[in-house]
């Protein structure tokens, strides 16, 4: 990151350049596959692997979608007046994202509270606001201070609370030592960082049912 720069931002620069894709990129995306099948030494032409390239690209082209969304496509103006102003959490928000460093799967839940401070967003938004960043390629650190990141510009809140839970395939597929342990991240801004009082009323939240 630069000088200065949020997670969000420096997020934002790096693809801030990166074109939407088209045909010419899918098409390179297949050949890669193609020639990734050859590298392990499959054979391409044998039935079940005749469009497995197709395929493929396909599925990362979705898995990656986050690259071609911004902040301002997910919310498209969904934000309302209100005058609350107690903890909103949004629990158990299905995660999918793709490790930067081996391009394999980490897999869990990201739970996201904030305190309005005149204006609350469409609930479906802060779903939607965790997949623009999940789908793409991340580190799960990153992506907890990103998403926290793109609330608190979004809404001006008092305060937000992201926590983040996951499984990581990279760990569990591969190595010596395999494990299917979790990872667990958090990023606290504003209200939620600096009260004592108002972390312990977002963690008796996340505990209870």
Request: glycine share 6%; with cysteine; aromatic share 6%.
């Amino acid at each position: 990151m630069q000088n200065h720069e949020t997670e969000l931002e420096a997020a934002e620069r790096r693809i801030r350049n990166i074109p939407r894709c088209g045909a010419a990129k899918r098409a390179s995306m297949e050949q890669s596959f193609l020639q990734l099948l050859q590298a392990i030494g499959e054979d391409p032409n044998r039935e079940g692997l005749l469009r497995t390239p197709t395929r493929a690209a396909g599925a990362f082209e979705f898995m990656t979608n986050g690259y071609r969304q911004s902040l301002d496509d997910v919310v498209n103006g969904a934000i309302f007046e209100s005058d609350a102003s107690e903890i909103i959490l949004v629990k158990d928000i299905e995660l999918y994202s793709m490790c930067e460093h081996h391009l394999l799967p980490f897999i869990g839940r990201a739970h996201v509270a904030y305190i309005p401070n005149g204006k609350v967003i469409g609930l479906s938004k802060v779903a939607r606001l965790v997949d623009v960043f999940a789908r793409r390629l991340q580190i799960q650190e990153n992506l907890t201070v990103q998403i926290a990141d793109a609330l608190m510009k979004t809404l001006r809140p008092a305060g937000v609370g992201v926590v983040v839970e996951a499984k990581h395939l990279c760990m569990m597929m591969r190595g010596v030592e395999k494990q299917n342990s979790v990872m667990k991240t958090s990023c606290l801004l504003g209200t939620f960082k600096e009260d004592a009082r108002t972390r312990s009323e977002f963690l008796s939240l996340l505990v209870g049912t």
